[in-house]
């Protein structure tokens, strides 16, 4: 029985049993309790752990910015921007009111420059919790837009590859495709160094993607390396402006220019014209983006003459006394003659009047293989060293078996092989060096290299005497600057067509200053000129006067030529 009648009292007393069975059910339900406990919370506890985990846990990544591009002198050409990438979570715009607020959707479509119909369209299923809106956004911006979106909006740290010279220096800095990878220029040629490496954190975060608390970090970050460039911008901009005019006044397709330091191979200026702005993405002709001082080959012309000289000079096949026939002349059946008619001339006269029919027979009497020989020491027919991706190393045809007459002949001035107007501004910049050549280089450099000797420094000597003849008083008259003397080449080329050659011209003037001291090469092409004038003396001559003066200037470079003071 489970109640006790005690007699002579009125209490009832509660059976041991049913005492005994009480305790022993809590005491059975304690045991489990406990147990299961210590299961899942000591002894097995992974399950549990990674499901809380799996609700506030998060991995997030932090990106450092992208390595500065600077100028030699610490002007920025290229900076990353912090900015705020923008994301919805439509759940939260409906719960908080906002999608239903008119008002507020339309202040965040302005913002974020979007149309109201389609901000409306990305955040109407509430059962989403991410939608993308925006890849960049100012700080500003994205502080008005967090007061009036709240935790409606996700706004996570980004950055936006800034250049804050725009079109003058496109083609040479490039910029960077949708990913955050370089293309084109100095972007692409040292994308590894400039690109920061990501870190990644682990954290708690809320159900409203907020850090509760940091708690390790799995990759540790750096930022990208800084790229410090041999170009002056200064020089830049002196040169961009002279090539715009240059190209537009003439009617040109487009105009080139490469100024170098003789003294040490570093590139201090390389312009393009026509040109794009970086920074407006969406209107980007990316045949302009090509930086054709370095990728685009041309026949070079008559810039060539003075190497093909030193070439018939080292083999010994003429000298500076001999008077050669410049009369024109037929080779397999074609006419060879000269825009300056002379009847002829020792190497100086050649070089001063730019005759064709002189340096054909040089050629000719020499034979192609010693001409590009030669020319293979001035750098043609392979990279310069400069770095930079997308450089051409032109063409020398050094492995042609066969060559006719006349192939020889237009070899002495500039036809049948083609190089890019960095190896032009860098086998003057050797010539002005006394024949010491030097890689090309677009970094600044912390110490100059030892340059590679490449031809007679008494035969480049005499060389440089010639070609300051050239501007003083031969078809180089329009590069000639006021109490500096200058030494220089024209070049006017027909331009290559299937079949042939059609009616363009390339346009050059390659030369150095002052010849005292030379200081600065310098290379101006001009392609297709349709205005009237095609010669390079004339079209590029005048803005390789105006570029190379106000260069002397900038540095400061003493002039050599007092005789020109009393005028």
Request: proline content about 4%; charged content about 25%; aromatic content about 8%.
């Amino acid at each position: 029985m489970a109640l006790i009648h005690e007699e002579g009292t009125n209490r009832l007393q509660i059976s041991k049993f049913r005492i005994y069975s009480v305790y022993f059910a809590v005491v059975l339900f304690m045991a489990l309790l406990i147990g299961r406990l210590l299961w899942i919370q000591i002894l097995y506890p992974e399950k549990l752990i990674a499901e809380g985990n799996a609700r506030v846990l998060r991995n997030y990544n932090y990106e450092p910015p992208r390595g500065l591009i600077t100028d030699r002198n610490g002007k920025i050409l290229a900076i990353s921007v912090p900015v705020k990438s923008v994301d919805a979570d439509p759940l939260r715009l409906h719960e908080l009111g906002i999608y239903q607020d008119k008002k507020k959707m339309q202040q965040i479509a302005d913002i974020l420059q979007l149309d109201l119909n389609l901000l409306y369209k990305r955040t109407a299923d509430p059962a989403k919790r991410f939608v993308h809106l925006k890849h960049y956004l100012d700080l500003k911006l994205a502080n008005k837009l967090k007061k009036i979106a709240k935790d409606g909006l996700i706004l996570t740290d980004t950055y936006r590859r800034h250049y804050p010279t725009g079109e003058m220096n496109s083609a040479l800095i490039g910029f960077l495709n949708g990913e955050g990878v370089g293309v084109y220029g100095v972007e692409q040629s040292f994308n590894n160094y400039l690109t920061a490496i990501r870190s990644t954190r682990v954290a708690k975060k809320d159900r409203y993607d907020h850090i509760v608390e940091n708690l390790a970090t799995l990759q540790k970050g750096a930022n990208g390396g800084n790229l410090v460039l041999s170009i002056d911008n200064r020089l830049q901009e002196i040169a961009y402006s002279c090539i715009k005019n240059t190209v537009d006044e003439n009617d040109a397709d487009s105009g080139m220019a490469i100024l170098m330091d003789v003294k040490s191979g570093e590139i201090l200026s390389l312009v393009n014209y026509p040109s794009f702005d970086p920074n407006e993405r969406g209107n980007i002709d990316l045949s302009n983006a090509r930086n054709r001082a370095i990728s685009d080959i041309f026949e070079p012309g008559s810039t060539m003459k003075p190497i093909v000289a030193l070439a018939a000079l080292e083999a010994k096949a003429t000298n500076w006394r001999e008077v050669i026939n410049c009369r024109p002349f037929v080779v397999d059946g074609k006419m060879v003659k000269d825009s300056h008619a002379m009847n002829e001339g020792t190497i100086a006269d050649i070089i001063k009047f730019s005759s064709n029919t002189g340096m054909a027979h040089l050629a000719m009497r020499i034979g192609p293989q010693k001409i590009l020989q030669v020319l293979d020491r001035f750098g043609f027919g392979q990279k310069s060293g400069s770095g930079l991706v997308g450089e051409s190393s032109g063409k020398l045809n050094e492995n042609r078996k066969f060559w006719a007459d006349i192939d020889k002949a237009t070899l002495g001035f500039g036809y049948g092989m083609a190089v890019t107007n960095l190896q032009l501004a860098s086998a003057y910049a050797t010539i002005a060096n006394g024949g010491f050549r030097y890689k090309a280089s677009i970094l600044r450099l912390s110490k100059v290299p030892e340059p590679e000797p490449v031809a007679s420094q008494k035969e480049v000597e005499r060389m440089k005497n010639a070609l300051e003849s050239v501007v003083s008083a031969g078809t180089g008259g329009k590069a000639a600057i006021d109490r500096y003397r200058v030494a220089g080449k024209t070049g006017t080329a027909k331009v290559a067509t299937k079949g042939g050659y059609g009616d363009s011209y390339v346009a050059t003037f390659a030369g150095f200053a002052p010849i005292s001291n030379p200081r600065f090469s310098l290379v101006v092409v001009v392609n297709r000129p349709k205005a009237g004038k095609f010669y390079g003396g004339v079209v590029s001559g005048p803005a390789f006067s105006e570029i190379m003066a106000r260069a002397l200037q900038l540095y400061n470079i003493k002039p050599d030529n007092p005789l020109t003071d009393a005028k």
